[in-house]
Structure formats: structure tokens, C-alpha cells
């Protein structure tokens, strides 16, 4: 079993930035595929970033893509998302997501691990 704890959520200003840390319990995290997925009021979860398991491929959003960077570091058991550039419209809880079994990519449905979120709130 492995839980997830994003953390670094807050009120910032359109054009601001915020890096959001995501940190996970278990022994197996740096196998697995993670992602961050932000969803809005009244609105589905949408994809944001994902990255595999070594670090080496990730992919963005388009909305997201050149504001936003995934990282992470597997000594620390830690998944990032630097947001920079905000806009209002990125307003959303954001929640990070693992995927053991390394399928990977867009859809939520295959990560089988989730946080509870931490709230991103961008003001014009």
C-alpha cells in the first residue's frame, strides 16, 4: 500500500508561481510512473504532468505545457510540480496520482494511487 501527501498549495497572483511536492510512503515508489491531475469546481479531473519512473520521459498538458515542470527525486520518495506563469484558470485542487504498474500517460483511470490534494488558488 502506499500513501501519497501533496503539500504546497496557497493563494498566489496571476503570474506568480508555486511548486507543489508530493511525498509518498512505501518502498516501491521509485518504480512507479506518477502524475498530477488538478480538478476544478464543477469540473472532471483533467491531466496535468506525468513523469516515469527514472525521471527521464515526461509529458504536459498543452494548457500547462512551458509553464509547468514534473520532477522528482526517488531518494526522497518526492514527486514535484513546479508552476510557474499562474493564471486563474489553473485554479484547482491538484492531486498527485502513482501508477505501479508503469502503464503511464493521460488517463487517470490507471493510476492506482491517490492523494487527497492540496488547493491551488491563482487571483486575477
Known amino acids: 500500500q502506499v500513501q501519497l501527501v501533496e503539500s504546497g498549495g496557497g493563494l498566489v497572483q496571476a503570474g506568480g508561481s508555486l511548486r507543489l511536492s508530493c511525498v509518498a510512503s512505501?518502498?516501491?515508489?521509485?518504480?512507479?510512473?506518477m502524475g498530477w491531475f488538478r480538478q476544478a469546481p464543477g469540473k472532471e479531473r483533467e491531466f496535468v504532468a506525468a513523469?516515469?519512473?527514472?525521471?527521464?520521459?515526461?509529458n504536459y498538458a498543452d494548457s500547462v505545457k512551458g509553464r509547468f515542470t514534473i520532477s522528482r527525486d526517488n531518494a526522497k520518495n518526492t514527486v514535484y510540480l513546479h508552476m510557474n506563469s499562474l493564471k486563474p484558470e489553473d485554479t484547482a485542487v491538484y492531486h498527485c496520482?502513482?501508477?505501479?504498474?508503469?502503464?503511464?500517460?493521460?488517463?487517470?483511470?490507471?493510476?492506482?494511487?491517490w492523494g487527497q490534494g492540496t488547493q491551488v488558488t491563482v487571483s486575477s
Open positions: 512505501g518502498r516501491s515508489f521509485s518504480g512507479y510512473n
Open positions: 513523469i516515469n519512473w527514472s525521471g527521464g520521459s515526461t
Open positions: 496520482a502513482g501508477d505501479p504498474l508503469r502503464v503511464g500517460g493521460t488517463r487517470a483511470y490507471v493510476y492506482a494511487y
